[in-house]
């Protein structure tokens, strides 16, 4: 039985990493910090308890503590629909708008905790921890379609830990994390027609990886230090993903047929173009405090920081085709996040969850443009779960409210404000 | 004690003047003076479509909402008639000599227009220039009423945009001869015409915004063809014996980094100027004539020419806590970087570019519009004004009205700039005749026979 029930979590853990559905980003940058339900209801600030196999990823000592074989298998819902752009002058001016095209996205999560020995344990994650998806409506008039019309990463990571319990109260573990990735990027391109100086769309732009992985790892402890107060740190290393892809360039038409045949000689129409770019995952640490107030009243703090200044450009090279290599300036900054999170006991087997957060975007504004427009965001969120005797059920409810983030120094040239809202329902299951 | 508090005060009070001192700008009665580029001379002449978006238009235009600025306006096709883009590849711009050009739209104005820039004109043209034999605009502009400071004066203005000092050294480069005090004028008598335009039109008070002179040395006209020898079949250097391309000869012998060689050579290079021994097809190639390339040592002393008289520009500005507005910064940004909108890119490039025009000197549209941006940056940052900057889309995404014309005997194939155009656009930058046209050596040569332009119909009224 055991057995079997080991084979059926782990054939869980395989779905899970195959559905890799991206999201928009909700943690600052392009990181998802939303990897397990429990946690997200209490606003992320779980580096300090860390006591469900979601624990693998927010502070991988507390599986030092795990007793008994557990699975948890769950999924974030994420609800995108409230994303508009409004211009400004230069360009593209007072009165230019664009959406976000609406749809639900699904992450899945996967965590299985199995001790080892009286001391040792092993844990198995799989979550996608990084993630983005831009997609703006109407892409054929869509104002930022030289920048962007659709840009999607996603990833997935495949961790194994060890935990250990050095004493009774102080639990550390490390692992190995194997993060898969691949994006898409779409846009259009254009060119100054001679003839008239009128600026026409020439091409559309179609930049595609294949699913390329990196290597990094992760360490944490958790310390128990007494009955009321326990703390956590906790760090995952960078990871460099190189990818490899294609890029197609199709024509469009112009109206002009002299000048279409002029810039169809001069450009690689209709070849699939080998590229290669390279982009580091930032490291991450977070330190945690939680105080339990009483027996039935736990509260947490705690601070992140994502060593986002690793991602200061993305390079793009088409070895055959040299004329298309670009290096495209980011120059994001490390940045922090702030968490608090209360959960309160109804009962030995139930649980509300309160919680919120800051989170500093690591966007320049001269970076922010149609392909990510990061922004700082508060978060709120509400949680519930409930135990029964083999199974547990977490629910989650948490409300981003991005910062209206006003562009008037762009990298791109286009200049506006953007305003965001996400709603994100989370639902795990425990075994 | 008194006496101290007493001290304090007077110097509280100057220090609260001198907050309050840079009010926001009024530009109520706004006046522009200056050449070509305040003109909005584009394609080889001027027409209504370009000059309603000329850089002072859309200055006034963004800070009042009024779009009642006077000018010079003239129809389609424009004063000359605008040149054509025939063919890319070869280049063919039609000059469209001897059709029919535009008409003045605006001759009965009973006052001064709002922009006085006259094409062609100097600082010392400006404070001296009533009227031209050689160049019909400028009595387009001035009407026979007094020079363009006289009549900007009159109009009592509160604003005031100078940009002025482009044609002082404009002709040393595209001439490829530089003439002290001829072809680049001296800081001697460039200062004290700037000086009197700056105190007239400051004198009752008017803001002032003054343009600083760019490189002209950066220009298309310039910088486009390389000093290589080129197969005119791939387009692609020919290389030497050592792997480096070849390259053209010049009046001193083999072209060096930092030579030009100027788009006025496209005639002598059909002819085989500039070709090297071995390379020759005949006996012995001329080399490049001195009107042809532009030297290393000759572009030095224009750049250092046009930072004297920028420091002149800037120099007043200060006294008079006018806005600056470097366009000299500008235009060295544009030439590295270009200019990059909405994820669309412009650069100085010649035809393909979008900043310059036909005749790569002058800006398009979208250059104007840019150069307006500039301007409204500069008056808020001094001034404190709150102007919204011009919205950049309609300058991308509406191209020119098509100028064809019928083509005639004037078009001239597989030349990037025909000898007609080259003496078109001498006479738009009122270079001195005897430089106009190819031929010569270091020395000034004989005066070449200037083509007079057509003349407009009907008579215009205005020329006495």
């Not at chain 2, 270079?431 to 200037?450: F, I, M, N, Y």
Request: hydrophobic share 45%.
């Amino acid at each position: 039985m055991k057995t079997n029930r080991l084979r059926s979590i782990g054939a869980v853990a395989i779905l899970a990493a195959l559905a890799v559905a991206a999201e928009p980003a909700r943690a600052a940058g392009f990181a998802i910090f939303e990897q397990g339900t429990k946690a997200m209801g209490l606003g992320g600030a779980f580096t300090a308890q860390a006591d469900d196999p979601a624990g693998l990823y927010h502070n991988v000592g507390g599986l030092a503590f795990q007793r008994g074989t557990r699975a948890e298998l769950g999924t974030t819902f994420v609800f995108l629909g409230d994303s508009k752009f409004s211009g400004a002058a230069p360009f593209p001016g007072a009165g230019a708008t664009g959406d976000q095209t609406n749809s639900v996205k699904a992450l899945l999560h996967a965590y299985v905790a199995q001790p080892i020995s009286p001391k040792w344990s092993f844990g198995l994650a799989v979550n996608n921890p990084f993630g983005l998806a831009t997609e703006w409506d109407d892409p054929d008039t869509w104002s930022g379609r030289f920048i962007s019309e659709f840009a999607e990463l996603r990833s997935f990571d495949i961790a194994g830990n060890f935990g250990v319990l050095a004493t009774e109260d102080l639990g550390i573990g490390f692992g190995v994390i194997w993060r898969g990735s691949d994006v898409v990027l779409k846009r259009r391109s254009a060119a100054v027609n001679p003839f008239n100086f009128q600026v026409v769309e020439v091409a559309k732009v179609r930049l595609e990886s294949d699913v390329d992985w990196g290597l990094g790892w992760n360490v944490g402890i958790l310390h128990k230090a007494c009955k009321w107060f326990q703390w956590g740190l906790s760090y995952r290393s960078k990871i460099a993903v190189d990818y490899s892809g294609t890029a197609r360039l199709e024509q469009v038409a112009t109206g002009d047929p002299v000048f279409d045949a002029i810039v169809a000689a001069t450009q690689p129409f209709g070849q699939d173009i080998p590229i290669e770019t390279r982009i580091e995952f930032p490291a991450t640490a977070s330190l945690g405090a939680a105080f339990t107030l009483r027996e039935d009243l736990v509260l947490e703090t705690d601070v992140n920081w994502a060593g986002w200044n690793s991602f200061d450009e993305l390079a793009i090279t088409a070895p055959t085709e040299p004329g298309l290599n670009a290096t495209i300036p980011e120059n994001w900054r490390s940045v922090m996040s702030y968490r608090a999170g209360l959960r309160y006991d109804l009962s030995k087997t139930s649980q509300l969850r309160f919680g919120a957060y800051y989170d500093e975007t690591p966007q320049p504004t001269a970076s922010t443009s149609p392909l990510l427009p990061d922004a700082s965001r508060w978060g709120y969120s509400f949680g519930y779960g409930h135990r029964w005797t083999r199974v547990s059920l977490d629910l989650a409810v948490l409300y981003v409210d991005f910062l209206k983030r006003t562009v008037t120094d762009s990298r791109d040239g286009f200049y506006g404000s953007y305003e965001n809202a996400t709603w994100l329902f989370g639902a795990t299951l425990g075994f | 004690m008194i006496r101290t508090t007493r001290s304090i005060v007077p110097a509280l009070v100057l220090a609260l003047s001198a907050a309050t001192a840079q009010a926001a700008a009024d530009l109520t009665r706004y006046v522009a003076v200056g050449d070509t580029l305040t003109a909005a001379y584009t394609n080889g002449g001027l027409v209504d479509v370009v000059q309603e978006n000329s850089f002072p238009a859309l200055l006034h235009r963004q800070a009042t909402g009024s779009t009642t600025f006077e000018q010079p306006l003239v129809s389609a096709p424009g004063i000359p008639h605008l040149w054509t883009l025939d063919s890319l590849v070869p280049v063919v711009i039609n000059t469209h000599d001897g059709e029919a050009t535009g008409a003045p739209q605006n001759l009965a104005l009973p006052r001064p227009y709002d922009n006085l820039a006259v094409p062609g004109a100097k600082a010392h043209d400006v404070v001296a220039t009533t009227s031209s034999p050689s160049n019909p605009l400028v009595g387009l502009v001035l009407r026979g009423l007094g020079t363009q400071l006289a009549q900007a004066a009159s109009l009592d203005p509160t604003f005031a945009t100078i940009w002025i000092g482009n044609n002082d050294v404009l002709p040393a480069a595209v001439s490829g001869v530089v003439i002290d005090g001829v072809t680049l004028t001296t800081k001697a008598v460039f200062e004290p015409d700037f000086r009197t335009i700056v105190d007239t039109l400051s004198a009752n008070g008017a803001r002032l915004a003054v343009g600083t002179i760019p490189d002209v040395t950066l220009i298309p006209y310039v910088t486009t063809l390389p000093r290589f020898v080129v197969n005119p079949q791939t387009g692609e250097p020919i290389l030497g014996q050592d792997g480096t391309p070849v390259p053209l000869v010049g009046p001193d012998g083999p072209l060096e980094s930092g030579d030009f060689v100027l788009l006025s050579a496209s005639t002598h290079l059909k002819q085989g100027y500039g070709l090297p021994q071995g390379i020759c097809p005949i006996a012995a190639c001329p080399p490049l004539t001195n009107g042809d390339v532009l030297s290393a040592g000759e572009v030095a002393a224009i750049r250092a020419r046009t930072s004297e008289l920028n420091g002149v520009i800037t120099g007043l500005a200060a006294a008079g806590s006018f806005a600056v507005v470097d366009l000299n910064r500008t235009m060295a940004d544009v030439a590295a970087h270009g200019i990059t909108l909405g994820g669309v890119d412009f650069d100085a490039g010649f035809l393909t570019g979008g900043i310059f025009g036909y005749d790569g000197v002058h800006l398009t549209p979208f250059g104007y519009a840019t150069v307006a941006n500039e301007f409204i940056a500069a008056i808020n940052r001094t001034f404190g004004n709150a102007i919204p900057l011009v919205d950049m889309t309609p300058f991308m995404f509406e191209g020119l009205p098509d100028f064809g014309g019928a083509p005639d005997g004037t078009v001239t194939a597989n030349f990037r700039m025909s000898p007609e155009a080259v003496s078109a656009l001498f006479r738009a930058i009122d270079v001195p005749t005897d430089l106009a046209g190819s031929g010569g050596t270091q020395r000034p040569r004989k005066p070449a026979r200037v083509r007079k332009l057509p003349p407009t119909k009907p008579t215009a009224p205005w020329r006495r």
